[in-house]
């Protein structure tokens, strides 16, 4: 390895004109960039294909032409124009935005929680939010049973309702993993979460049975309604989803501080639970936000940020970014294909990323031997 | 000494701390001078991790603790975090991490809650690993560093933290014989350089007694004997308060602790 040779020590190193200031930044411009060229290609990609194959440059003429004041001539017909602008690019948006958010929260948790298996699936989190999706549809909280079309958006209050669900059951799993004692491992957190998982659902089963006659409306929400996804939907999610970020963001640095175990970020004149907490609470309003937005699409938030640890290393103000980016790029392209492989068929989004994140979790189960917390 | 009363670096009075509803330590004085050096010895679960979590603010007891004079409970958790400096009994690896990002961790309570290191932070880093010889580590993971290497690097992390009062419990635990009396001299050198104080817990009494200004031996919660080492260090506070046969003789830094085994205890070994 290069950076292990024996050259000259730090102090000399940084004499030699290494810019003051910049040796230690944990988030390399280079992998930024190459972040947010992985949105761009992905978006590109998801907005060029599909039953009709636009190409890729007339399509970023006419995203140029959004900008106000911009008029380029893309070649495009009046036809294509609506359907990039009006059916392809709400849905893309919409997928870097779940993505992002999965991702970001799964990187979040796995800090928060100091456990490399947390994700918003696996610690039933999602489950939560999509429970209380349910009960606003079937109860007819915010709109009345059955009376709201799910496919023509959303009632603003169902991610709230989602972000309830989303904090109990995350509340529930961290109980309920707790209660494992001293003999923790990172296992015990997760079986935790997929028994909490497994009551929400019979909660929510029930909550059908109840109400037959919304059963349609939440199953054409539970499949995941990326399909059907417009600008409402872009727009329901964008606040939350800003929310969660900056708030994610800003704490990075603590969460690496959190990794040395509370007793020494507490030493370190952190307030570890306090931290916590409003980081849990972050995380799971960027999950419900997701899950009220898609509905229940697994293993985001666990492959995107372990493959980005593996390639920058382990510092949160590093992975968290860079998760949130590369997250979007992943579901919008994972979208892509959920729509291209069987065309003209879609393969549910949650099935795709099933199929890869599996195994990939099988992988970080082999190597995540012993959990500290 | 000056007609002005001299501040302690840890004064300790009175300290009752329970958990889990049983007490674990129970009226216990401590004083430590600025520039001294205190080592807390006793039996294992005699509460001495539990005394210096106290100090550092990790559990909360009934009594005063005060921190070159100001009382422990009206300290910020960050201002307290630049007056002393905690290396724990065990401290947690994190998987991955950097040397030299472990140590700046260090600098936390000089970094605004949602902000970034200063090139001051970086700087005091550098300094401290050049200080403790691990510049040549800087860019290793923490995890991949031998025993005595992490010593010096928990020791760094606490050092960056730019605290007067350090607090190590068990800070040569887990070493050889030789890095014992490395890391020890080292501490020894750097309180001499930085008019450091330190409260130190050791189970190796030999070695304890070397470095030690003063002694205080815990036993049940409680301060059963304190002093200079040769006043703690005796065979009958050991066998009391240790249950341990030992020899003490004197050495040129200190008591000497030899266990010895009681005569006729020894099993014969079978005939084959
Ligand atoms: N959180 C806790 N809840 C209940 N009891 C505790 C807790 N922490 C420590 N104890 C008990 O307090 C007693 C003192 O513990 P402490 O760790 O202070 O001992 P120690 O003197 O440092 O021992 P050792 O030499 O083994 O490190 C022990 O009996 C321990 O079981
Ligand atoms: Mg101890």
């Known amino acids: ?373 | 000494m000056s007609a002005v009363s001299v501040v302690s670096a840890v004064e300790v009075r009175d300290l009752r701390v329970e958990l889990g509803g049983a007490p674990i330590l129970d009226g216990v004085d401590l004083t430590v001078a600025p520039g001294e050096w205190v080592t807390v010895i006793g039996p294992n679960g005699a509460g001495k991790s539990t005394l210096l979590r106290a100090i550092g603010g990790l559990v909360t007891g009934i009594g005063s603790i005060c921190l070159l004079g100001t009382p422990a409970a009206k300290l910020r958790r960050r201002d307290r975090a630049r007056m002393v400096a905690t290396v724990t009994q065990s401290p947690v690896v994190p998987p991955g991490m950097a040397v030299v990002d472990y140590v700046l961790l260090g600098r936390t309570p000089y970094i605004p809650p949602l902000g970034r290191e200063s090139d001051a932070d970086l700087a005091a880093v550098r300094e401290v690993l050049d200080r403790l010889d691990l510049s040549g580590f800087a860019d290793r993971e923490l995890a991949t560093l031998s025993g005595g290497e992490r010593q010096r690097v928990f020791l760094a992390r606490a050092l960056a933290q730019g605290a007067t009062v350090l607090l190590l419990d068990e800070p040569t635990s887990a070493l050889d014989i030789g890095h014992q009396q490395e890391v020890l001299e080292l501490v020894d050198q750097l309180r001499h350089d930085h008019g450091l104080t330190v409260l130190a817990t050791m189970h190796d009494l030999s070695i304890a007694g070397e470095y030690a200004d003063r002694m205080v031996l815990l036993a049940d919660g409680r301060v059963a004997a304190a002093g200079h080492p040769r006043e703690v260090l005796t065979e009958q506070l050991l066998a009391r308060y240790y249950r341990a046969r030992v020899r003490v003789v004197d050495g040129e830094h200190g008591p000497l602790v030899v266990p010895v085994r009681a005569a006729g205890t020894r099993v014969r070994s079978a005939p084959s």
């Not at chain 1, 610690?123 to 009960?135: E, H, P, Q």
């Not at chain 1, 980016?325 to 979208?335: K, M, P, R, S, V």
């Open chain 1, 1 to 373: 390895m290069i950076e292990a040779r024996p050259g000259p020590p730090a102090a000399a190193r940084a004499a030699v004109g290494e810019p003051r200031g910049t040796r230690r930044r944990p988030l390399r411009p280079a992998w930024l960039a190459a972040g947010v060229v992985a949105v761009v290609v992905a978006a590109l990609a998801g907005l060029a294909f599909g039953p009709v194959g636009l190409p890729p440059g007339s399509v970023a003429a006419e995203l140029l032409n959004l900008i106000p004041g911009v008029r380029i001539d893309s070649g495009l017909t009046e036809r294509e124009i609506a359907i990039l602008t009006q059916l392809r690019l709400p849905r893309v948006v919409l997928a870097l935005l779940v993505g992002g958010m999965l991702a970001l929260a799964g990187g979040c948790y796995q800090g928060v929680f100091r456990n490399p298996l947390a994700d918003p699936h696996l610690l039933g989190v999602a489950a939560g939010a999509g429970l209380g999706v349910t009960a606003m549809i079937t109860l007819g909280v915010g709109g009345g049973a059955g009376s709201g079309d799910v496919t023509t958006g959303l009632p603003l209050t169902i991610p709230l309702a989602a972000f309830v669900g989303a904090l109990g059951a995350v509340v529930l799993t961290y109980l309920l993993g707790a209660a494992g004692g001293r003999d923790r491992t990172p296992a015990t957190l997760i079986l935790a979460g997929v028994a909490v998982s497994a009551f929400l659902a019979a909660g929510e089963t029930y909550l059908l049975q109840r109400n037959a006659d919304s059963i349609r409306e939440v199953y054409a929400w539970l499949l995941g309604r990326l399909a059907t996804a417009g600008w409402h939907d872009v727009l329901l999610v964008l606040p939350y989803a800003a929310v969660t970020a900056v708030v994610v963001l800003l704490h990075r640095r603590e969460l690496d501080v959190l990794s040395v175990g509370d007793a020494e970020a507490t030493s370190l004149g952190l307030h570890p639970r306090r931290s916590r907490y409003l980081l849990i609470a972050a995380a799971s309003l960027g999950t419900a936000a997701a899950v009220s937005a898609t509905g229940l699409i697994g293993f985001v938030g666990i492959i995107v940020p372990h493959t980005v640890r593996l390639l920058v290393g382990a510092s949160y103000r590093a992975i968290l970014p860079l998760s949130m980016l590369f997250g979007g790029a992943f579901l919008a392209l994972t979208d892509l294909a959920a729509r291209t492989v069987a065309a003209p068929a879609e393969i549910p989004i949650g099935v795709v990323t099933a199929f890869f994140g599996a195994p990939f979790f099988v992988l970080v189960l082999r190597t995540a031997k012993r959990v500290v917390l």
